[in-house]
């Protein structure tokens, strides 16, 4: 993926990116399917955001294991059951 089209969907806030110890910004490889981004994510991403999750907050949510879900939000998405992990973001802000 171009490095301009990841900068915009930073700025869109369709994908997240975590700052190293040096500074720079690297996108967390479980948010990549075959040099695109997981099928779902971006809608999740902008669920959560609604919610009123930061960045941080959402990033924790996504790679934190649910014991509804086989696994974490992220592991769910990669196996396509973005459904399930939306309803899921939905519940934890009512």
Same mark, same amino acid.
């Given at each position: 993926?171009?490095?301009?089209? %990841? @900068?915009? =969907? ?5 994908? *997240?990116?975590?700052?190293?110890? $040096?500074?720079?910004? !690297?996108v967390p490889?479980a ?6 981004? %997981? @099928?779902? =994510?971006c809608?999740t991403?902008?669920l *959560?955001?609604?919610?009123?999750? $930061?960045?941080?907050e !959402?990033?924790?949510w ?14 769910a ?9 939306n309803r899921?973001a939905q519940a934890?802000?009512?």
């Amino acid at each position: 993926m171009p490095t301009g089209r %990841v @900068k915009q =969907l930073l700025r869109d806030r369709k994908l *997240l990116a975590v700052t190293r110890p $040096d500074g720079t910004l !690297a996108v967390p490889a479980a948010f990549l399917d075959d040099h695109q981004i %997981v @099928k779902g =994510l971006c809608g999740t991403l902008t669920l *959560l955001f609604d919610c009123g999750f $930061d960045d941080l907050e !959402a990033l924790r949510w996504l790679f934190t294991a649910d014991e509804s879900l086989p696994g974490t939000p992220i592991d769910a998405l990669v196996r396509r059951r973005a459904t399930e992990v939306n309803r899921r973001a939905q519940a934890m802000a009512f």
